[in-house]
């Protein structure tokens, strides 16, 4: 947690004393909300420059922003709200529309707010990422088909044990980014990153194992226990 903190400081300060705005997509999950706590219980809450950063959504399930299930009410619930964020730099994926809807009019938001040109993908600054057993990150699963709006920067799907309709940002907008960070943690992620950091039969059909920047830098934020099977090969 605290070298992801410490990145994340370091990016936000260097943005700052560019004079640039730091875009920054935030992740659903439990991994995700225990880093968001960290931050806010850390020096870090006061060290961080939060007013140069606007924060997206990689996903969002499809529920009001109020629902225990809300990725955004989670983030608010762990960080954000904590933090005095001008309404307009936090930019929600409503759950409460119809997920097609949102779908298109959350790609317009993004595109308005990162003055993308027609026709191109927007690049975000960093993009952090929790993972899946399954191997699934945002709400990009194994084996479902993401159902993209026009533009491609946002797509509708299915969680595929539950039926909870999802809104998710593309594959492309993913490896369009600038930075992207996987955040993993517990034993039980250990075999899913070893199998992604070592391709193999198994990952071909991760999501996760897609998420390749094309012209930006991926890494990993990995407890012990998360990274314990890629440290046994490592020895091997
Ligand atoms: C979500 C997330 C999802 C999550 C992973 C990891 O909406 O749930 O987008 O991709 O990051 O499932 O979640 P855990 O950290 O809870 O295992």
């Known amino acids: 947690m605290e070298a992801a903190a410490l990145e994340l400081k370091n990016a936000v300060i260097e943005a700052k004393e560019s004079r640039r705005l730091f875009h920054l997509v935030l992740a659903g999950g439990s991994t995700p909300k225990a880093f968001y706590q960290y931050l806010a219980q850390s020096g870090f809450k006061q060290s961080i420059p939060w007013s140069q950063i606007h924060f997206y959504f990689g996903d969002e399930r499809s529920v009001p922003p109020d629902h225990p299930e809300s990725n955004y009410k989670m983030a608010y619930d762990s960080l954000l709200g904590s933090l005095a964020i001008a309404e307009k730099k936090i930019h929600r994926m409503r759950g409460e529309n119809d997920p097609a809807q949102e779908a298109s009019r959350y790609a317009e938001e993004i595109r308005a707010s990162l003055d993308t040109p027609t026709g191109k993908l927007p690049r975000f600054d960093w993009i952090f990422l929790g993972l899946g057993t399954d191997g699934h990150t945002a709400s990009i699963f194994p084996g479902v088909t993401l159902i ?89």
């Open 148 to 236: 993209e709006e026009a533009s491609g920067i946002c797509a509708t799907c299915r969680h595929p044990e539950t039926g909870q309709q999802r809104i998710t940002l593309t594959m492309d907008v993913l490896n369009r980014a600038r930075r992207v960070s996987f955040i993993a943690t517990g034993k039980g992620k250990a075999s899913v990153v070893a199998d992604i950091l070592n391709p193999s039969p198994n990952s071909q059909n991760y999501p996760a194992a897609e998420v390749q920047p094309n012209e930006g830098t991926l890494e990993w934020f990995l407890d012990a226990e998360a990274a314990s099977e890629q440290i046994k090969n490592d020895l091997s």
